[in-house]
């Protein structure tokens, strides 16, 4: 049995409203019932992962007060002030301050629909050096793994690419993973309803079920690059 209690359409469109508005007054009107209908839902989809989540990777952080967003937006560096989003997501990973840049599995819903995956995004180029030398070194196991994010309903979504091979006498069949700046494997749905019941939650843990031969490629690689001080906790707070 789940603890998800559903994130309704009216919640969702109540979060627009929210920020259509974008006064402090509405939001504080309507703070308890937007926490309640959309804020705890995503803390209890963390709490309903957080077993299979755990088995992958113990080291992963499921508070799920740290692993979702907020509905007040930090504007601090952000060259939008709109005081609030309409938007909420929750992200599966280590503790950021401890393992900065480490793989996460995430989900998102806005009033358009929703996306979720798994990724890994880099500050310096040379965070993924590690992963790029491990694809290389391990082509065959790599394209099982994308086999396994793709069986899981995943598509690789990372557009960003070097124009200069990083490294040239890799086999061609990965050298697109390897000239990557980030990488992603996501999916996107319009279905809205999906996400008013448990139907997403068992969806998630296929998805991460699924798709686990590629965070675990992932995650040794990670653990290569911190080892070696290619990834550092202070790239995080720039």
């Known amino acids: 049995m789940y603890n998800y209690s559903g994130i309704k359409p009216e919640i969702i469109e109540l979060l627009s409203i929210n ?20 804020t705890v839902p995503m803390r209890q989809i963390v709490l309903d992962l957080s077993d299979i ?92 793994a994308v086999k396994a994010a793709e069986d899981a309903g995943l598509t690789y979504n990372t557009s960003d690419f070097y124009k200069k091979d990083r490294i040239p006498d890799a086999p061609e069949e990965v050298k697109q993973y390897i000239n990557a700046k980030n990488v992603e494997f996501s999916r996107w749905s319009t279905e809205l309803n999906n996400i008013a019941t448990t139907k997403i939650i068992d969806e998630l843990r296929l998805m991460i079920d699924i798709s686990s031969p590629m965070y675990e490629f992932l995650i040794e690689a990670y653990d290569k690059a911190l080892s070696e001080g290619l990834i550092n906790a202070d790239d995080y707070r720039r």
């Open 19 to 38: 920020r259509f508005n974008d006064s402090k007054p509405f939001y504080e009107e309507h703070k308890e019932e937007l926490k309640q209908g959309a």
């Open 53 to 144: 989540m755990s088995e992958l990777d113990p080291l992963a952080d499921l508070n799920p007060v740290y692993a979702v967003s907020r509905i007040r937006r930090d504007t601090r560096r952000s060259k939008s002030k709109m005081m609030y989003r309409e938007n909420l997501w929750l992200m599966l990973r280590r503790n950021k301050g401890i393992y900065p840049f480490a793989p996460f599995y995430w989900f998102e819903f806005s009033p358009m629909g929703y996306m979720f995956g798994l990724g890994m995004w880099t500050y310096r180029p040379s965070q993924l050096d590690a992963l790029r030398e491990k694809i290389a070194g391990e082509p065959q196991r790599w394209l099982t």
